[in-house]
Every structure is written in structure tokens, then in C-alpha cells.
T-cell receptor
Framework: QKEVEQNSGPLSVPEGAIASLNCTYSDRGSQSFFWYRQYSGKSPELIMF????GDKEDGRFTAQLNKASQYVSLLIRDSQPSDSATYLC??????????????FGKGTHLIIQP | EAGVAQSPRYKIIEKRQSVAFWCNPISGHATLYWYQQILGQGPKLLIQ????????DSQLPKDRFSAERLKGVDSTLKIQPAKLEDSAVYLC?????????FGPGTRLTVT
């Protein structure tokens, strides 16, 4: 059973700074990695996903993979109070491709302080 | 494009009662998932459908949980009988590729 570990936080970051969220994964063969944002009382919302062949930037969000250490990071630049949420990291349960079900971490609670 | 629809949004039942949840995926999405999210934890996959066939139900407590997707579109998840530990949010998601999109969820409270 693949495992995904995240620091539950809370992680407090001042507005305008860079928020850095990490998660570690147990299966060295994992091929894709997902970041979801979940506001309190709401369902998870996909922010971005990356494959094991490289990092990805989308607006203020950057996902980086460190295969040697088996962790993936999500960087949020110019943090805004609206970024305050729980961030969930996930990996596919099996082959890492296609449409596998996901194994999620417990999430990191991020607080952006105005 | 309409998102994933779920109903009801909230349900309160007593232990040993039965309950059913409904999900309508994004149009054209062949893959449908049911997840259980207990407070303070990440979602946990219960069952995955590809069209009307089950791809993975390895984490579904089959003694009390059942799910179907008869026509390859809508799906229902049933719990019978419910236990206190089933109190959670039940999330439906759908996909046409690696990205999964979640519905609003059904919050179940078992008393």
C-alpha cells in the first residue's frame, strides 16, 4: 500500500511571502503526483499535477519533484489570504498512469497572515 | 461544463439504519470514484468504476457497503447497516484522464 506523508501544520506564512509545502511518498516507482486544495467544509480542488520527468509552474504555483529523496513540493508565490486552506498531496495507487484511484496524505493546513 | 453532482448534501441517520448516496459525473467522464473522507484525514478510495464495470473495490467494506453504476453514468453508494465510524464525507469524483474532479460531497452523521 503506497503511503503519502505530510506535516499537518498549521503552517503560517505572511502575506506576499512564498509558502512551501512538502510531502513524502513511499513508492519509488510513483510516476505522477497531485496537489489538491481543500477549503474548510468544501471538497478537494485540483491545483496541479506533475509527472516524474519534471517540475511544473502554473501562475503562482510551482510543483517540484525530488526523486532521490522521494518528496514533492508545492510552492505558492506571493501568498494571499485566499490561499489559506488545507493542501492535499496524492499519488496514484497502482501503476502511476492512466486513471488510478489516488492515495492521499492527511494534508497540510496553510494559514496566510495578512 | 457542469461539475460532478451529488445528493443529498447532508444526511443524519441512526446506527444500524441504511443510507444511499447518488452521484452524477461530469458528462463524458468514463471513470467514477467514491472516496470516504473522515475529519482530519485525506480522502480514502472506496471504489472505482470504468464505465459500468468495477476497476478497484479493494478498500470497500463489502459486508456493509455496496455501489453500482448500472448504465455507466450515474452511481449510487449504499451503506447497510451504518456504524458510528461511518460518519464522514463521501466524495464522488470523475475523470477522463489522470485529473480527478470532485463533487461537493455528502456529509453523513451516524448517531
Amino acid at each position: 500500500q503506497k503511503e503519502v506523508e505530510q506535516n499537518s501544520g498549521p503552517l503560517s506564512v505572511p502575506e506576499g511571502a512564498i509558502a512551501s509545502l512538502n510531502c513524502t511518498y513511499s513508492d519509488r516507482g510513483s510516476q505522477s503526483f497531485f496537489w489538491y486544495r481543500q477549503y474548510s467544509g468544501k471538497s478537494p480542488e485540483l491545483i496541479m499535477f506533475i509527472y516524474s520527468n519534471g517540475d511544473k509552474e502554473d501562475g503562482r504555483f510551482t510543483a517540484q519533484l525530488n526523486k532521490a529523496s522521494q518528496y514533492v513540493s508545492l510552492l505558492i508565490r506571493d501568498s494571499q489570504p485566499s490561499d489559506s486552506a488545507t493542501y492535499l498531496c496524492a499519488v496514484p495507487m497502482y501503476s502511476g498512469g492512466g486513471a488510478d484511484g489516488l492515495t492521499f496524505g492527511k494534508g497540510t493546513h496553510l494559514i496566510i497572515q495578512p | 461544463e457542469a461539475g460532478v453532482a451529488q445528493s443529498p448534501r447532508y444526511k443524519i441517520i441512526e446506527k444500524r439504519q441504511s443510507v444511499a448516496f447518488w452521484c452524477n459525473p461530469i458528462s463524458g467522464h468514463a471513470t467514477l470514484y467514491w472516496y470516504q473522507q473522515i475529519l482530519g484525514q485525506g480522502p480514502k478510495l472506496l471504489i472505482q468504476f470504468q464505465n459500468n464495470g468495477v476497476v478497484d473495490d479493494s478498500q470497500l467494506p463489502k459486508d456493509r457497503f455496496s455501489a453500482e453504476r448500472l448504465k455507466g453514468v450515474d452511481s449510487t453508494l449504499k451503506i447497510q447497516p451504518a456504524k458510528l465510524e461511518d460518519s464522514a464525507v463521501y466524495l464522488c469524483a470523475s475523470s477522463s484522464g489522470p485529473e480527478q474532479y470532485f463533487g461537493p460531497g455528502t456529509r453523513l452523521t451516524v448517531t
